[in-house]
């Protein structure tokens, strides 16, 4: 399987919390991201935790981390439209210089 | 202003011709990577180098070649032997260092005709 897994979309109401889930199979990984990629563009980094912690918040952004379950969840408070686009999760492995994504989630933020 | 950058930003190429992308940064960066993103899908990594002349193969190098012979440079070659070449290419760099994060450049959307 992917190394890697989001589900693919998440649909929201404008001022409510999106959360959007992530799993992955190296429990080596050293560093996991959060990229968002509006159409046509480049990805443009989030956030990002280190392995040793479970809570990074930033703003209206809080990522989880469940070292044991391998699972890392991205939860933005307030949604707003401009929020709407593709998120995608990425780890590091500690061996070699490597990131690997996941396939993305499409946000769809509704008024 | 420091930055990556891809071009161009759109390109046509008919069937059975290499083209190749251009991938330029001034972050002074060590590590430059080739991801490819096709519809509805996550990057695959196609090469990455982490010091002037030097490069690795990443997880779909077939049908593809990189050079790295100046360190602002990383220009990916698609060639006729890539069998499905037609995606979304994206180059990124990255500083030395644990955790640092790769800086993206904007993408080059390749169309083989």
């Known amino acids: 399987g992917e190394d890697v897994e989001q589900s693919l979309f998440l649909s929201v109401r404008e001022g409510d919390s999106s959360v959007i889930n992530c799993t992955y199979t190296?429990?080596?990984?050293?560093?996991l991201y959060w990229y968002k990629q509006e159409p046509g563009a480049g990805l443009q980094l989030l956030t990002y935790?280190?392995?040793?912690?479970d809570m990074k918040q930033d703003q209206r952004l809080t990522v989880l981390l469940n070292k044991k379950d391998k699972h890392l969840s991205l939860r933005i408070a307030d949604t707003q439209t401009g929020d709407s686009a593709i998120y995608f999760c990425?780890?590091?492995?500690?061996?070699?210089?490597?990131?690997?994504f996941g396939g993305g989630t499409r946000v769809l933020v509704k008024p | 202003d420091g930055g990556i950058t891809q071009s161009p930003k759109y390109l046509f190429r008919k069937e059975g011709q290499n083209v190749t992308l251009s991938c330029e940064q001034n972050?002074?960066?060590?590590?430059m990577y080739w991801y490819r993103q096709d519809p509805g899908q996550g990057l695959r990594l196609i090469y990455y180098?982490?010091?002037?002349?030097?490069?690795q193969k990443g997880d779909i190098a077939e049908g593809y070649s990189v050079s790295r012979e100046k360190k602002e440079s990383f220009p990916l070659t698609v060639t006729s032997a890539q069998k499905n070449p037609t995606a979304f290419y994206l180059c990124?760099?990255?500083?030395?260092?644990?955790?640092?994060?790769?800086?993206f450049g904007q993408g080059t959307r390749l169309t083989v005709v």
């Open positions: 990124a760099s990255r500083p030395p260092g644990a955790g640092t994060e790769a800086f």
């Open positions: 190296d429990s080596s990984s050293t560093y």
């Open positions: 935790i280190f392995s040793n912690m």
């Open positions: 990425a780890e590091r492995k500690a061996a070699g210089n490597k990131l690997t």
């Open positions: 972050l002074n960066h060590d590590a």
């Open positions: 180098s982490q010091i002037v002349n030097d490069f």
